[in-house]
């Protein structure tokens, strides 16, 4: 009757949440998190005051599934008597993709896995980035809170399409332009500019 009860509680709580679950990045941490900085990739975890495990290994991946080591804090991790930070600065992080990160703590397996975009397409160029499917992103550096503008010509200097975010990203609608050569004009906020031609397959 007891655990019927609590698993009773337990549904009125999710309920009451509105079905809003946040997922913890493990028992021991209070939170970890990703950014890219420059050509690197910085990662951050802090543990909670008092936990405490025997050495962190960092692992990266490409999808998202199979690991590899890049990294090891050696010794005991953690602090017993307050909240403890520590930082490690991915090197060599895939280029134009998404990298994956977990941690491993020692005997208490691994974190919840992030994920960290990582673009390098120099401060004044893009990256067109085509799959199969035909989804088209166009990639390129960008500062916060920095406005784009992206404006399309097709080779007979028609303009054919035109784009607006705030990232460092624009995905082109899919079957919107056909194969062939195009002019890019990036326009951001800062009256700054970059253009350039790419090639639709």
């Given at each position: 009757?007891m655990?019927?009860?609590?698993?009773?509680?337990?549904?009125?709580?999710?309920?009451?949440?509105?079905?809003?679950?946040?997922?913890?990045?493990?028992?021991?941490?209070?939170?970890?998190?990703?950014?890219?900085?420059?050509?690197?990739?910085?990662?951050?975890?802090?543990?909670?005051?008092?936990?405490?495990?025997?050495?962190?290994?960092?692992?990266?991946?490409?999808?998202?599934?199979?690991?590899?080591?890049?990294?090891?804090?050696?010794?005991?991790?953690?602090?017993?008597?307050?909240?403890?930070?520590y930082?490690?600065?991915?090197?060599?992080?895939?280029?134009?993709?998404?990298?994956?990160y977990?941690?491993?703590?020692?005997?208490?397996?691994?974190?919840?896995?992030?994920?960290?975009?990582?673009?390098?397409?120099?401060?004044?160029?893009?990256?067109?980035?085509?799959?199969?499917?035909?989804?088209?992103?166009?990639l390129?550096?960008?500062?916060?809170?920095?406005?784009?503008?992206?404006?399309?010509?097709?080779?007979?200097?028609?303009?054919?399409?035109?784009?607006?975010g705030?990232?460092?990203?624009?995905?082109?609608?899919?079957?919107?332009?056909?194969?062939?050569?195009?002019?890019?004009?990036?326009?951001?906020?800062?009256?700054?500019?970059?253009?350039?031609n790419?090639?639709?397959?």
């Amino acid at each position: 009757m007891m655990k019927l009860a609590k698993l009773l509680l337990l549904n009125l709580a999710i309920l009451w949440s509105g079905f809003s679950v946040i997922a913890q990045p493990h028992i021991l941490l209070q939170d970890f998190s990703g950014y890219q900085q420059d050509s690197k990739i910085t990662l951050r975890w802090t543990f909670r005051s008092g936990s405490l495990c025997e050495g962190t290994q960092i692992e990266r991946s490409a999808d998202g599934l199979t690991f590899n080591k890049i990294g090891e804090i050696p010794g005991i991790c953690g602090n017993p008597g307050s909240a403890f930070t520590y930082t490690f600065v991915d090197s060599f992080p895939n280029v134009n993709t998404v990298n994956y990160y977990r941690l491993e703590l020692g005997n208490f397996g691994f974190t919840s896995i992030i994920n960290v975009e990582f673009i390098k397409a120099g401060t004044s160029g893009f990256v067109v980035m085509s799959d199969n499917s035909g989804h088209t992103d166009i990639l390129f550096q960008n500062t916060a809170g920095r406005r784009t503008s992206a404006v399309i010509y097709n080779s007979s200097g028609k303009r054919v399409l035109e784009l607006e975010g705030s990232g460092s990203k624009i995905s082109l609608p899919s079957g919107k332009l056909a194969a062939g050569i195009y002019l890019l004009l990036l326009n951001f906020s800062d009256n700054t500019s970059v253009s350039g031609n790419f090639i639709l397959p």
